[in-house]
Structures are given as structure tokens and as C-alpha cells.
């Protein structure tokens, strides 16, 4: 291009279709990026479930049993204390903030009812949930992020060994289960933290508490709970491992994955809870 001529620009009543037009592009480009994302995260968790169903099937199939007890330990118990303490506050806010409301019509004894209900459907699992993302995702995605960097998934490759039986399988395996035990742990600490704030700072009759809740809760309420746990649980672990798998660049890209897979499933998990619980309302299990 000669120096006198300048470049070619868009002429000025053209400039809102090319800004629709790169809009458009956009937007395609950001939908297929993520179709493609959710796409590899829903095989990476069949080829996992298919090694646990040939596992159970075939004796001479093992997807590592130790490597789940360590998994387990690492990724489960070492949450348990952050566990306990968010979800004590938890039931201590929920007294203290519904109090003043219901005692202006003269119900504060429901708040046994309303902590019940909502710690048991919805905050147990999902506190337990974004706890245990903190925990296992940003470790599972750095750890394998480390090995794929280092190329240990290219040698296991070589020796003929699968990285999703041998690295997926028992970290997703881990995470439901210690996800669903944690969630447990947390309803009964939030439910006790609930009763001893109603009890003592309230001053309503612990017999009235513990009958409130009883009555309140019954078998759907803790099993629609459990239910959103284990998909929790398998939400973290699968987005954990394909960010993991995925990760290239060096030690800026296992940073990059890791930061990614914290947002990831913090946003997975809360669009699942909105979508179950529409669910449940719809068939009448509220």
C-alpha cells in the first residue's frame, strides 16, 4: 500500500451491519465454543461410566481401588472442617434472619419449618457443593493438568494404559460419593446450628423445634436433596478431569485451567439446582 493512500475502512451508513455482522460471528463462535465444551465433558463422563460398568462386569477389568481410598481421603475428609464451620453459620443466619419477619405474625416457631426445608433441599447440597469445588476441582484440575504438561498422560498412553480408567474414573467416582456424605454432614450440622440458635437466642421450646422439623421434612425432601448432590458431585469431578486433560501451555495453562474449572462448576452446579428444582416442582415433589 502506498504511503498516501490510507486503509480501507467501512463506509459510515455501513457501520452498523458490520457491527451486527462481527456480532454475529461472535456469538456463533462463543455457542459452538461451548456446545464443544459441553460436548467433551459429556463423553469424557461416558467413557468413564463405561469403564465402571466393565469394571463390575468383567473381574479382570480394575479401575484402581486405592487410588479411590486416596482420592476419597484427599478430596473428602480434608473438606469435612470447612464443611462443618460454613454450614453451622449457615443455620445461625437462617434463625437470625427469618426471626423478625415471622415473629411480626406471631409464627416464629416456623422457623424450624423454613430451615428444614431450605437447608435440606437446597443450601446442603449446594454449600457442600461449591466447598467441595474449591477442594477437588482446583486440585484434580491442576494434578492431572501437571501430568499432561509433564507428559505423563502421553507415557501412560504408550504403556497401553487408558488415563480415564486409570485417572478419571476413581476421582469422579470420589467426588460423587464424598459430595453425597458431605452433603448429609452438612444438613445435620446446619439443621443443629438451626435448633440451637431457636432454642437459646429465640427462646422457643426445644420440643416445639423438634417437632416442627419432623413433621416438616419427610423421605422426598431428603432424597431430592441427595439426588442433586450426586450430580453435583459428578458435575465437579467430570468438569475437574477435561479441564485437566485438556490443559497445554506450560505452568500458565494448568493456572488457567484451574481458575477455569472453579468458575465452570460453581455456574454448572447452579444452573443444575435451578433446573432440578423445576423439575421437582413440576412433579409435585415440593
Known sequence: MPDNQSPQTTPLPLKPLDMLGRGGIGAIKTAKSFLDYVGGVWVLVINALRWVWRSIVNKKIRFGRPALYVQLVRLGVRSVGVIVLVSFCIGLILALQMAPPLEEFGQVETVANIIAIAVVRELGPLISAIVLTGFAGASIAAEIGSMAVNEEIEALEAHAL???????????????????????????????????????????????????????????????????????????????????????????????????TVVHSIVAIIFCDLLFTAIFYALGWT
Open 162 to 260: 487408558n488415563p480415564v480408567r486409570f485417572l478419571v474414573v476413581p476421582r469422579l467416582i470420589a467426588t460423587v460419593t464424598a459430595l453425597v456424605i458431605l452433603s448429609i454432614m452438612a444438613d445435620l450440622v446446619a439443621l443443629t446450628a438451626g435448633f440451637i440458635m431457636g432454642v437459646t437466642k429465640l427462646e422457643i421450646p426445644a420440643a416445639i423445634y423438634l417437632d416442627n422439623t419432623i413433621n416438616q421434612l419427610d423421605l422426598a425432601d431428603f432424597g431430592t436433596g441427595l439426588f442433586k448432590a450426586g450430580v453435583f458431585g459428578l458435575l465437579v469431578g467430570a468438569i475437574s478431569c477435561f479441564n485437566g486433560l485438556k490443559v497445554s501451555g506450560g505452568a500458565a495453562g494448568v493456572g488457567k485451567a484451574t481458575t477455569n
